[in-house]
């Protein structure tokens, strides 16, 4: 890590995402929190990352050291860099919304909690539209639409997600299969997938293990994978051959799926358009 401090915050991304395997353990998790909560490094005392990181506050100067940068404070500059550029983030957004419905007597009523998710998701669904990676849905859609059989797996909170997939690529005609473990068959299912295929897989914290063992043995058998998850480290984006990154609203300790479906929607359009594309293309 002797290169020079990456000046924009997409090169400290980068960096961070390219070096992330090579740093200690202590560092790893300090990664994973400022890629995760970039605002946060951007506001936030040394001392209050530190704990919500889980580390000490000596480890946050460390990390910055071990990108080139001479302290903590240099570092924040290129977080802040990025916060002046986004004019009113998701995550400012939604904290923003928190401080208000404190302050609401009527925030804890059934009509209070249902506004509260409704304002929350709208928000996550503007962040979607805004920060999802274009270029990895477009390639994504590709990679899906050309296989023999699109395989779906996710489990707990990201089951309904590859679910409803199932239900709306059968709508389009496409050979899709929904790798569910019924009777705990998973790894008998998983063992039908072939290099041809596509797997797709949807997978949040704390990442179903189940998930990863099936992104694994698709790996080993050379088929593409296409994830859906929450986070560029998160233990399933490793493997992945494209990676999309989604944040779902979270409330009262409970995560919203309505960014993830909305993007399975619109990936399962983008995939019939696809195979309508080349329907179209074929000699009559």
Same mark, same amino acid.
Request: proline residues 4%; hydrophobic residues 40%; glycine residues 4%.
């Given at each position: 890590?002797?290169?020079?401090?990456?000046?924009?915050?997409?090169?400290?991304?980068?960096?961070?995402?390219?070096?992330?395997?090579?740093?200690?353990?202590?560092?790893?998790?300090?990664?994973?929190?400022?890629?995760?909560?970039?605002?946060?490094?951007?506001?936030?005392?040394?001392?209050?990352?530190? !704990?919500?990181?889980?580390?000490?506050?000596?480890?946050?100067?460390?990390?910055?050291?071990?990108?080139?940068?001479?302290?903590?404070?240099?570092?924040?500059?290129?977080?802040?860099?990025?916060?002046?550029?986004?004019?009113?983030?998701?995550?400012?957004?939604?904290?923003?919304?928190?401080?208000?419905?404190?302050?609401?007597?009527?925030?804890?009523?059934?009509?209070? $909690?249902?506004?509260?998710?409704?304002?929350?998701?709208?928000?996550?669904?503007?962040?979607?539209?805004?920060?999802?990676?274009?270029?990895?849905?477009?390639?994504?859609?590709?990679?899906?639409?050309?296989?023999?059989?699109?395989?779906?797996?996710?489990?707990?909170?990201?089951?309904?997600?590859?679910?409803?997939?199932?239900?709306?690529?059968?709508?389009?005609?496409?050979?899709?299969?929904?790798? !569910?473990?019924?009777?705990?068959?998973?790894?008998?299912?998983?063992?039908?997938?072939?290099?041809? !295929?596509?797997?797709?897989? $949807?997978?949040?914290?704390?990442?179903?293990?189940?998930?990863?063992?099936?992104?694994?043995?698709?790996?080993?058998?050379?088929?593409?994978?296409?994830?859906?998850?929450?986070?560029?480290?998160?233990?399933?984006?490793?493997?992945?051959?494209?990676?999309?990154?989604?944040?779902?609203?979270?409330?009262?300790?409970?995560?919203?799926?309505?960014?993830?479906?909305?993007?399975?929607?619109?990936?399962? $359009?983008?995939?019939?358009?696809?195979?309508?594309?080349?329907? !179209?293309?074929?000699?009559?």
């Amino acid at each position: 890590m002797t290169e020079e401090a990456p000046e924009t915050p997409s090169e400290l991304q980068r960096r961070i995402l390219a070096e992330y395997k090579n740093l200690s353990k202590r560092l790893q998790q300090i990664a994973q929190f400022a890629v995760d909560h970039p605002n946060d490094m951007a506001l936030e005392t040394t001392a209050v990352i530190a !704990d919500r990181a889980g580390v000490q506050p000596s480890a946050i100067i460390r990390f910055a050291k071990a990108f080139g940068y001479s302290g903590f404070s240099e570092l924040q500059r290129v977080y802040q860099t990025r916060l002046a550029e986004t004019a009113s983030s998701y995550s400012e957004r939604l904290r923003r919304l928190r401080r208000e419905e404190e302050n609401d007597t009527q925030a804890l009523t059934p009509h209070g $909690v249902l506004r509260q998710f409704c304002q929350a998701n709208r928000m996550a669904l503007d962040h979607l539209a805004d920060e999802i990676d274009a270029d990895g849905l477009a390639e994504a859609a590709r990679v899906m639409a050309g296989a023999e059989c699109i395989y779906l797996c996710g489990h707990r909170r990201s089951f309904p997600v590859v679910t409803y997939m199932a239900y709306a690529l059968s709508q389009i005609q496409a050979n899709a299969c929904l790798l !569910d473990g019924l009777g705990g068959m998973l790894a008998q299912q998983t063992a039908r997938v072939r290099p041809d !295929d596509v797997l797709f897989a $949807v997978s949040f914290h704390p990442y179903a293990e189940e998930t990863a063992e099936t992104i694994r043995h698709a790996t080993e058998q050379g088929t593409p994978v296409v994830v859906l998850t929450d986070s560029p480290l998160s233990p399933v984006a490793a493997h992945a051959t494209v990676c999309l990154e989604v944040h779902d609203a979270e409330l009262h300790n409970f995560r919203s799926l309505t960014a993830s479906m909305c993007l399975a929607q619109a990936l399962t $359009v983008a995939i019939g358009l696809a195979l309508d594309g080349r329907t !179209d293309e074929r000699p009559s």
